[in-house]
């Protein structure tokens, strides 16, 4: 029986493309559902592109618990059993963090514990690598938690910072490792959930 994840995304979307294009028939999981916050992420073309059911949850204008238990109520529906986070820029409720305890990752695209938290996402983070003079830079897989950026890391790739780099280059240099990081790093939680072996201890590689 495979595992079924869901990916949560708000924009184009290449990660959840590049998790897509990992999966294969043997494979030890599948994508499931598309949770975005905005029905015109580059995301959603992509799921319906591929076949994968969508669904769009705003937060936005409507108490946070509501929003929260609609989450809850389609990631029941789907039967999901974890979750992918993709781009997707805001904070997972409490409630659905507690449901799916250890079985929430996000990507990263620098190497925490450095350049975390929030307002660090998109080019702010490639912006501020450059301008903190960092020699390298990356992209973390972690567990989420009740925070941005804190969970205990599952898997990271290092990238060289180049002379003469503008926060665009380093962004698309840390993307190309992402799109290998993030479907390796699914395969190891998803091995570690079906040998019972899942720990969120920090397992740096
Ligand atoms: C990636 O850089 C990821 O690390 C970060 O958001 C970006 C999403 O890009 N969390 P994409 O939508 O997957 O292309």
Same mark, same amino acid.
């Given at each position: ?7 949560? *995304?708000?924009g184009? %979307?290449?990660?959840?493309q ?8 043997g494979?030890?999981w599948?994508?499931?559902?598309? !949770? ?5 992420a580059? /995301? ?5 592109a591929?076949? =994968?059911?969508? @669904? !769009?949850?705003s937060? =936005? %204008?409507?108490?946070?618990?509501? @929003? /929260? ?10 039967? =999901?059993?974890?979750?992918? +986070?993709a781009g997707y ?12 305890? &250890? ?18 996402? %998109? ?9 903190? %003079?960092?020699?390298e830079?990356? &992209?973390? !897989?972690?567990f #989420? ?6 969970? /205990? $890391?599952?898997?990271? &790739?290092r !990238?060289p #910072?180049?002379e003469?780099?503008?926060p665009?280059a380093?962004? &698309?240099?840390? +993307? ?8 390796? *790093? =699914? ?5 570690a959930i079906?040998?019972?072996? +899942?720990?969120?201890?920090?397992? $740096?590689?």
């Amino acid at each position: 029986m495979k595992l079924r994840a869901a990916v949560f *995304a708000s924009g184009g %979307g290449s990660n959840f493309q590049a998790l897509l294009d990992h999966q294969t028939p043997g494979g030890s999981w599948e994508i499931v559902l598309l !949770v975005t916050d905005r029905p015109d992420a580059g /995301a959603v073309e992509r799921a319906r592109a591929a076949g =994968v059911a969508v @669904a !769009v949850v705003s937060p =936005v %204008g409507r108490p946070a618990d509501v @929003a /929260a238990s609609e989450l809850l109520r389609v990631l029941g529906s789907h039967r =999901v059993e974890f979750i992918l +986070l993709a781009g997707y820029l805001k904070l997972v409720p409490p409630q659905v963090v507690e449901r799916y305890r &250890a079985r929430i990752l996000n990507i990263h695209p620098a190497l925490l514990p450095k350049f975390g938290g929030k307002g660090m996402y %998109g080019i702010h983070v490639h912006r501020a690598v450059l301008e903190a %003079g960092e020699t390298e830079s990356g &992209a973390t !897989v972690h567990f #989420v938690d009740e925070e941005y950026d804190r969970g /205990a $890391t599952l898997a990271q &790739a290092r !990238v060289p #910072v180049l002379e003469g780099d503008t926060p665009h280059a380093l962004a &698309a240099r840390v +993307l190309e490792v992402e799109h290998e990081l993030y479907p390796a *790093a =699914v395969d190891r939680l998803c091995a570690a959930i079906a040998a019972g072996t +899942l720990t969120t201890t920090q397992e $740096t590689r």
